[in-house]
């Protein structure tokens, strides 16, 4: 069975950005992955829909490798994550990498494993809590992250010794002028091989006492992420970031928890609510969410929060709020002034 934080995929606001940069706005990605816009302003996403959005991207921008290459370059390491901040700032290459495997665990479903021998540094990828590989595009900008990590802090033009995917990538030439070596399509595994030898290279990006600070954070937030929470909790999130596709069933939010129906229903018995009741409760607090951006008018609500018409989305909000959805933002634009 999954666990129940095995499935929580946090989206780093940095990554809207770098988009930005490349002329690519985040609403077209969100609609494009048929997601609810709020996974922009609060972007705790599950699995297939962190694989989703990265589709989405890929669609937009084009050719695969030339859209991870322009990501990785373009992403200003202001924006990094504190997780990213605490491998940028390490002392020298190698324990970059060391805290970049171990605090990935903070951003599944990509895990990484390093190992070193002879003149060879090899860090490979696989994936967790999932049983599809990630779309191409999060498969090369994890690796590319990898070298981009290196240069940006030795202040290097550092290259790898070879490069291998397992699915087509596009550019080959671009990725291979990228990665300053040659590119293998087709393997049976995602890998990036590194010179041993950089390892040991210095980063002019060292901060002791900023590692000081966020390695106790990072730390605690890690054994943190592994206690359970609520179910109820849980299924009303995974409803939330349904609802766009339609609306979901115990069903498909069982499969989604790697657990029968039946237990999930005695499970939420257990924690005095229903399906039904969340169900409710998630569409009304969408609701009001998105009322709240005037950007949004009432029919792209009513759809974001899965009602196929906009008449049943008025007669479910006023039984919620006792007035119409129109007039509830009326008064909640000026109580805003």
């Known amino acids: 069975m999954k666990s129940q934080h095995s499935d929580r995929v946090k989206i780093p606001q940095g990554f809207w950005s770098g988009l930005r940069q490349l002329g690519i706005a985040a609403h077209d990605v969100a609609r494009k992955a048929h997601l609810p816009l ?3 302003t609060e972007p705790v996403v599950t699995t297939d829909q962190y694989f989703a959005i990265w589709q989405a991207y890929s669609e937009l921008i084009g050719d695969t490798g030339q859209g991870f290459i322009k990501l990785a370059t373009a992403f200003e390491t202001a924006q990094y994550p504190p997780s990213a901040l605490a491998t940028f700032h390490a002392r020298d290459y190698r324990e970059a990498l060391n805290r970049m495997v171990r605090y990935k665990q903070l ?3 990509e895990s990484l494993s390093i190992s070193e021998e002879g003149e060879n540094c090899t860090i490979e990828l696989e994936w967790l809590h999932s049983e599809q590989s990630g779309p191409p595009v999060l498969v090369g900008i994890t690796l590319a992250y990898l070298l981009e990590l290196g240069r940006r802090g030795t202040g290097q033009p550092l290259t790898a010794r070879f490069v291998e995917f397992a699915c087509p990538m596009g550019d080959v030439s671009a990725l291979e002028a990228y990665f300053g070596c ?4 087709g393997s049976t595994c995602n890998r990036l091989t590194l010179h041993r030898s950089d390892l040991d290279r210095p980063f002019v990006s060292y901060n002791e006492e900023l590692l000081e600070i966020l390695t106790p954070v990072l730390d605690r937030t890690l ?3 592994q206690r359970d929470r609520s179910i109820t909790e849980t299924v009303k ?3 939330k970031l349904s609802l766009t596709g339609g609306i979901p069933d115990i069903q498909a939010v069982a499969r989604e928890l790697g657990m029968s129906d039946r237990t999930l229903q005695r499970r939420l018995t257990d924690e005095n609510t229903s399906f039904k009741r969340l169900l409710t409760q998630a569409r009304h607090e969408q609701a009001r969410e998105y009322l709240a951006d005037p950007t949004l008018d009432i029919k792209e609500v009513a759809f974001l929060i899965g009602y196929e018409d906009q008449n049943s989305f008025y007669r479910a909000f006023r039984r919620w709020e006792g007035v119409t959805p ?3 933002r009326s008064v909640h634009e000026h109580l805003a002034r």
């Open 38 to 40: 709020t996974v922009i």
């Open 107 to 109: 951003c599944p479903p």
């Open 182 to 185: 040659n590119v293998r399509i």
């Open 223 to 225: 054994d943190e992420q």
């Open 237 to 239: 999130w995974i409803i």
């Open 326 to 328: 129109s007039n509830w």
